[in-house]
């Protein structure tokens, strides 16, 4: 019998999404009437941009000519879409960022895991706790941790708490670490790091060798000018960073697939025999192996985002979740909640009234108000006591959330 990976019997149970699908299902299963109400997974719920649906539909018409039809494309993406995000996501933000250092891929979630590919075993590993899961999960599968203890944390991973103490922002390491998760706007606090901030990151990864991996997918929701929207805005960055973009949450391509990767040319790795190796080089080699690269139509429909009419209708998405944010966090106030994030994010990080854990906070809402967040224990055991709302659904959903628990609820 073939053998198995046996890392990932390591895992806990279930992904956190599926989890909570699984427990929102048993519930819709007794209460077939309930009138349910999804605020718990960052899916997006608008429709496209116009631009993008024009683009797309142009680009269909195309793959059914032959004269314009189109095979295998670049791995790394076509040529057009990656100028595009280096001249406008990052030029035009003062970072030195070449369109040969960015890689089009099929999601964030996906290319955070994949990176794993081309580090090694033995590298220590920070990440904030709460955290992304996939970050966690992706190393456990890799290999890089021990054992699970009871509280949910992996031996061989360094947690940073990320608390209402310390502004969600973890505190910089007193040991060495090899590899740092940071993710900005954070998922799951709606936390913000200023550029001040990013740069002791940055000292810090360039004074032990180490690797960032910046996750910067909610870049979008960033409307204050003094925020940096790329860890490249930041000194010395190009030497220690490696970022990832994404259009599922800006352009809504939830379930379109795309986003990016950058990997500078500048950034190095240790081999066995001591050698500097470019990570870039790597990362092509597996991108180029592993991956066929993503559909021509969807890159198309990327790359009208940064038409003049596309930019105007993402910033309205984003002005559109952004004040389902507001709503929240005022609604919640009112409700006597200590609410955290939902500016510059659009996430909103609820402290769970005195003596609910996250998890019966989360009954409380599905049982009583029919509405579905995400028990902040899920992203790790600092988020114990935690409980995430997206913002991510339509203004009258949000309303009428908000209206259930304002009215059922007291705090
Ligand atoms: C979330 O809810 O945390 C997001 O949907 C995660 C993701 O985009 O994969």
């Keep these: 019998m073939a053998t198995i990976n046996d890392n990932y019997l390591k895992l806990k149970a279930g992904y956190l ?37 024009q683009a ?14 189109k095979g295998y494309g670049p791995e790394q ?22 369109a040969s250092e960015i890689f089009i891929s099929d999601g964030s979630k996906c290319d955070s895991g994949n990176i794993l590919d ?37 031996e061989g991973l360094v ?16 040991q060495k670490v090899d590899l740092i998760y940071l993710c900005f706007p954070n998922n799951p606090t709606g936390a913000t790091a200023t550029k001040e901030y990013l740069q002791t990151w940055v000292n810090y990864a360039k004074a032990h060798n180490a690797i960032i991996l910046f996750d910067a997918a909610y870049e979008a929701f960033i409307t204050d000018g003094s925020l940096p929207h790329s860890i490249y805005e930041v000194e010395g960055a190009r030497e220690c960073a490696i970022e990832f973009r994404s259009f599922s949450k800006n352009a809504g391509f939830t379930g379109t697939r795309c ?38 139509i969807v890159q198309r429909g990327a790359e009208a985002v940064y038409s003049e009419e596309g930019k105007a209708q993402v910033k309205r998405l984003i002005e559109f979740y952004l004040e ?14 200590t609410v955290y994030g939902g500016v510059n994010a659009p996430y909103v990080w609820v402290q769970t009234p005195t003596g609910l854990s996250s998890w019966d906070f989360f009954d409380k809402l599905l049982q009583n108000c029919n509405i579905v967040g995400t028990p902040g224990s899920g992203f790790g055991a600092a988020g114990e006591g935690y409980f995430r709302i997206s913002s991510f659904n339509s203004r009258e959903n949000v309303n009428e959330a908000m209206k259930r628990i304002t009215e059922k609820l007291k705090f």
């Excluded at 699984?22 to 608008?46: C, M, Q, S, W, Y």
């Excluded at 947690?159 to 007193?174: G, W």
């Excluded at 389902?324 to 919640?332: D, F």
């Design 118 to 154: 081309i580090f090694g075993n033995n590298n220590t590993i920070a990440v904030t706790d709460p955290v992304y899961p996939v970050y966690v999960d992706t190393n456990v599968m890799a290999g890089n941790t021990g054992a699970v203890n009871e509280k949910g944390e992996y």
């Design 159 to 174: 947690y940073l708490p990320i608390t209402a103490k310390n502004n969600f922002t973890a505190e910089i390491p007193t």
């Design 17 to 53: 999404f599926p989890e909570i699908a699984r427990r929102v299902n048993t519930f819709a299963e007794a209460h077939p009437e309930a009138p349910i109400i999804k605020l718990g997974i960052g899916d997006v719920t608008e429709p496209l941009p116009e631009a993008c649906i």
């Design 56 to 69: 797309m539909s142009k680009a269909v018409a195309e793959m059914g000519d032959r004269s314009t039809f």
């Design 324 to 337: 389902n944010a507001k709503i929240i966090c005022s609604q919640l106030q009112a409700a006597g909640l």
């Design 259 to 296: 986003a990016l990767s950058v990997i500078p040319k500048t950034l190095k790795g240790k081999a066995a025999d001591g050698s500097d190796v470019e990570l870039w080089k790597l990362w092509n080699r597996r991108h180029s192996t592993k991956f066929n690269g993503v559909s021509y």
């Design 77 to 98: 993406g076509y040529a057009w879409l990656r100028e595009k995000i280096a001249t406008q996501d990052f030029q035009g933000r003062g970072c030195d960022i070449d």
